[in-house]
């Protein structure tokens, strides 16, 4: 604590006395704007921290691996030597060393710490979640024997990620559209022989993370897309996923083979299920002339919506996708598609939006036609009688095993061209006028025809009565002489 910054300056220069930020009133040391906090040591004493003007790349080349590595380039007490100061979870010159160490699964988040000149989990420290020191289960252990998932003479501390075992240890769970992500914040600190943490000594505060994947963009033909980083911040899990384009006999369309207007066509999704992932319901579909959604620029011509075809698309019977699960791979397919060419490129691409399902979630279902056609119904029949029923999900399992929540974007580009050198859209015939239009030609032209004749009539009768009411006075009065008749005899 201090009263005023001539206390600070007096221990550590280029420091001021602030507030502590803890809402606890207190003023602490603190280094100046612009400068940062460093211990040459590394001892962990507060005693031994100093406030470094900091420096970047541009101005000290020699910063460009420790910025690499996240950490901060400050100036020492001469002004020219420069000191990488390390976030917590690492160490080294350039803190190219990483203590810390996370891996993931949908039951628990593992954690590993190993030792460093200023941690040894033999001389009293002890790693765990704060504020949950006192229990036994947020503490970690030291490992003693080789073949567990720390090596030895780390630090490893099993964290459950069961919605009912989550709270014993403060760990937190952000679930948007996105990602899953679990988070706790970790202390590692140094105790006494009586159990007393050892306030000299600063301890070392993190966060921790597991996230998985609610979305992926993807480009049909698919690449599988799955991995696992350990490392100092938690990992990132996504599921293993190919997409592809078949014939009617569910051999694989190559890429860069032009098809033709009508071409049945099916689209496939493959995922492998394992300990996170379950399953996935393809949610809606787009055509587009662009190869990335949304894109002003693009036609594009809605599929699906909410798992089931668009009404009124032509070829809505053939977007009802069936699953089957054959040794632990899910393999969803839409029904056959007679492929269409969009009117202002001989290339079109398929936008879809998959749900994700992870093993412990229970809300992802998949629609089949009977649930969509069940759906239409019930809509219609609100909108004639004004109903406001709610409407009763049917959901069609993908697998036996325990469905669960997530998502992903993908995408294919066929390039179609059409024989009769007419454009089609979205399966709709232009090849002849229907009696629908032939009626519509009918009506306009006797329409016209109306508005001529009355048109002719109106002017013959505004001539008509001008002239019945003219007169002009310059020019003399002409009457009527009586008849007389004429002969050639002569008297």
């Known amino acids: 604590m201090c009263l005023n910054a001539s206390q600070c300056t007096a221990k550590v220069p280029n420091s001021e006395c602030t507030d502590s930020g803890d809402n606890a009133g207190l003023m602490r040391c603190r280094c100046l704007s612009d400068f940062y906090a460093y211990n040459t040591k590394n001892s962990g004493k507060k005693e031994d921290s100093k406030c470094g003007k900091i ?45 810390v160490n996370v891996s993931c699964s949908m039951q628990a ?54 919605s009912t075992d989550m709270d014993t240890c403060g760990t937190t769970v952000i679930d948007n559209s996105h990602n899953k992500r679990y988070m706790n914040s970790l202390e590692v600190q140094q105790f006494d022989t009586s159990g007393r943490s050892i306030n000299a000594v600063t301890p070392i505060v993190f966060n921790v993370y597991c996230s998985f994947s609610a979305f992926q963009d993807q480009t049909f033909p698919g690449i599988g897309v799955g991995r696992v980083n350990g490392n100092d911040r938690g990992s990132q899990v996504n599921p293993n996923i190919t997409i592809q ?9 190559a890429q860069g083979v032009t098809l033709i207007v009508g071409d ?63 040794n632990n791979q899910l393999t969803v397919r839409s029904g056959s598609v007679p492929i269409f060419k969009l009117s202002s490129s001989s290339e079109v691409y398929f936008h879809c939006a998959l749900k994700l399902c992870l093993i412990k979630d229970t809300s992802c279902v998949n629609y089949d036609k009977a649930y969509c056609d069940a759906r239409q119904r019930r809509r219609r029949r609100k ?7 709610v409407e009763e999900e049917r959901p069609l399992i993908l697998s036996r095993r325990k469905r ?6 993908v995408q294919t580009s066929l390039r179609v061209e059409d024989p009769n050198a007419q454009s089609v859209n979205a399966g709709r015939s232009s090849a002849g006028w229907g009696p629908e239009f032939v009626a519509l030609l009918v009506f306009l032209a006797v329409v016209a025809f109306v508005l001529v004749v009355v048109t ?22 002409v009457f009527a002489l009586p008849r007389i008749r004429r002969t050639h005899e002569r008297f």
């Not at 009539?457 to 001008?466: D, E, G, H, L």
């Open 456 to 477: 002719v009539v109106a002017v013959a009768r505004a001539k008509r009565r001008r002239n019945a009411s003219y007169y002009d006075e310059s020019r003399p009065q």
């Open 245 to 253: 384009v078949t014939d009617q006999f569910d051999r694989r369309i």
């Open 55 to 99: 420096v970047t790349t541009v101005v000290k080349p020699q910063c460009s691996e420790c910025e690499n590595n996240e950490g901060t380039c400050v100036l020492q007490d001469d002004g020219q030597t420069v000191f990488c100061q390390c976030l917590v979870s690492r160490s080294g010159t350039n803190c190219e060393i990483i203590h």
């Open 264 to 326: 049945p066509v099916k689209f496939v999704i493959n995922m492998n299920m394992d300990v996170n992932y379950a399953g996935l319901q393809v949610m809606r579909c787009t055509a587009s002339t662009s190869p990335v959604i949304p894109d002003s620029t693009a036609e594009t011509r809605a599929l699906t919506n909410n798992g089931c075809p668009v009404p009124g698309e032509a070829t809505g019977p053939s977007w009802y996708w069936t699953s089957e699960v054959n």
């Open 383 to 389: 909108r004639d009688e004004g109903s406001a029923a």
């Open 404 to 409: 669960a929540t997530s998502s992903v974007e």
């Open 109 to 162: 988040m593992h954690v590993c710490y190993s030792p460093h000149p200023q941690v040894n989990f033999t001389s009293g420290w002890k790693m765990f979640a704060s504020g949950y020191v006192r229990t036994p289960q947020c503490v970690g252990s030291e490992v003693t024997q080789p073949g567990q998932a720390c090596a030895v003479n780390n630090e490893q501390l099993l964290l459950s990620l069961n």
